[in-house]
């Protein structure tokens, strides 16, 4: 089953520094056939304004992974880690037992970024927070683990659930595989560049929901970026 899911379509809201596009039901946003898919709780597409963002807030019990798409973003929070993560890069942060953070496009430009949740394995563990540097070029026709619950295996960022996050460029033309247990849910987005998934075209910042597949064949009818999750 592949579901493509319309950007027009997505839920939507405008708090003026914040551009914010909801894949799942979210804040104001609700919508009980889109409460998530397999372990993804929340997707978002985000459009931060220059010298602005999210004041200290807390989370716990969540998976966070932030992939950036142009600009960066400012991270603080109250284990005392800061960082800054730039466009094509990621960062993770394990809510745990709670955690209080900050994130701020302090840019002189537009920060956008992808902000996924997934739901832990167990609950509680103590908070975490990482970044890296993902070279896009690194990605190339291929597909890149950025963040995994088996993080060595998979030289990625670590998560504490049963999912991989992954990202792969592919110039128009060019065609990528991804084999897949029938019995999981697959999430992907391709921010830049029109793709067709198993035969299903996508325009950009789609969603496409995937289960019951044991192959997933992602071709760029564009030159493309796409993000994709496994996610149980």
Do not use: C
């Amino acid at each position: 089953m592949i579901e493509v899911r319309p950007f027009a379509a997505l839920g939507h809201a405008d708090h003026g520094w914040l551009n914010a596009v909801h894949h799942f039901s979210f804040a104001d946003y609700h919508d009980s056939d889109r409460m998530g898919w397999g372990r993804i709780r929340v997707w978002n597409d985000d459009t931060i304004a220059p010298k602005s963002g999210f004041p200290p807030h807390p989370h716990r019990d969540m998976e966070i992974v932030t992939f950036v798409r142009s600009g960066a973003i400012s991270h603080r929070d109250s284990l005392g880690n800061e960082g800054r993560t730039a466009a094509g890069d990621v960062q993770v942060m394990s809510a745990g037992t709670g955690i209080q953070h900050a994130e701020f496009n302090l840019e002189d430009e537009a920060t956008t970024l992808f902000q996924i949740w997934i739901l832990p394995d167990r609950a509680a563990g103590s908070p975490n927070w990482g970044q890296r540097e993902f070279p896009r070029g690194d990605r190339a026709g291929r597909w890149e683990v950025v963040a995994s619950g088996t993080p060595e295996a998979d030289a990625a960022l670590p998560i504490r659930a049963d999912a991989k996050v992954l990202a792969a460029t592919l110039p128009a033309g060019q065609s990528l595989d991804y084999a897949v247990d029938p019995a999981r849910s697959i999430y992907l987005v391709a921010p830049t560049g029109r793709i067709r998934v198993n035969g299903k075209e996508a325009q950009p910042r789609d969603g496409v929901a995937i289960t019951g597949e044991q192959l997933v064949t992602v071709e760029a009818l564009d030159d493309a970026e796409v993000v994709m999750v496994d996610a149980g």
